[in-house]
């Protein structure tokens, strides 16, 4: 079965960085494009960046510059590099499987239970 | 903030129906699927409905989905107790990311 379990989360202060990481299992990691969202205290998800399978990215505007997804195909791991780091940052992060066709990623159809970012001086 | 928004709740009595609206654009739900979402507290999201109105295996009949123009819409029958969560949509937007929706909370009577 498919599972995704994040890792790296913690607290950490305004300006430094935090490398998330996300081990995937179960199904051909290397063929999926993969998804960070993020969910901060009381607010609705909000997509954060993704990867294609063949090393495309796009990020969502708030995080371009200073986040950087990465994925490790030999590895089954994906990894969300955070640098800068703002409170508004503080959230849990979730790593998604994401489905693409017909020239558009279409949805995410599995998802990690999450990493809480705390960022606080 | 989301393109995409949503009531911020609906509820009704357990057995009866609720119905959550997604409104977008024409460079998102105008020329790409719907999809939704439910995240309950604590847990991880679950995905309910995918290119419009199509269930992944698992999940009951209850939960339908329709999308027209520039907006897609979920149905919820024979409302359970343990169907109270946030539900989200979601699309690509051609701007070049995704998109979910600003969220809804179901709240069972």
């Known amino acids: 079965q498919v599972q995704l379990v994040e890792s790296g989360g913690g607290v950490v202060q305004p300006g430094t960085s935090l490398r998330l990481s996300c081990a995937a299992s179960?199904?051909?990691?290397?063929?999926?494009?993969m998804h960070w969202v993020r969910q901060a205290p009381g607010k609705g998800l909000e997509w954060v960046a993704l990867?294609?399978?063949?090393?495309?990215?796009k990020y969502v505007d708030s995080v371009k510059g200073r986040f950087t997804i990465s994925r490790d195909n030999s590895k089954n791991t994906l990894h969300l590099q955070m640098n800068s780091l703002r409170a508004e940052d503080t959230a849990v992060y979730y790593c998604a499987r994401g489905i693409y066709g017909s020239g558009s990623y279409k949805y995410l159809d599995y998802w990690g239970q999450g990493t809480l970012v705390t960022v606080s001086s | 903030q989301s393109v995409l928004t949503q009531p911020p709740s609906v509820s009704a009595a357990p057995g009866q129906k609720v119905t959550i609206s997604c409104s977008g654009s024409?460079?998102?739900?105008?020329?790409?699927?719907v999809s939704w979402y439910q995240h309950l507290p604590g847990a991880a999201p679950k995905l309910l409905i995918y290119?419009?109105?199509k269930r992944p295996s698992g999940i009951p009949d209850r939960f339908s989905g329709s999308k027209s123009g520039t907006s897609g819409s979920l149905g919820i029958t024979g409302l359970q107790t343990g169907d109270e969560a946030d539900y989200y949509c979601?699309?690509?937007?051609?701007?070049?990311?995704?998109?979910f929706g600003t969220g809804t909370k179901v709240t069972v009577l």
């Open positions: 024409s460079s998102n739900l105008g020329s790409n699927y």
């Open positions: 990867m294609s399978y063949d090393g495309n990215t």
């Open positions: 179960g199904f051909t990691f290397s063929y999926s494009p």
């Open positions: 979601g699309t690509w937007d051609n701007s070049g990311f995704y998109a």
């Open positions: 290119e419009n109105n």
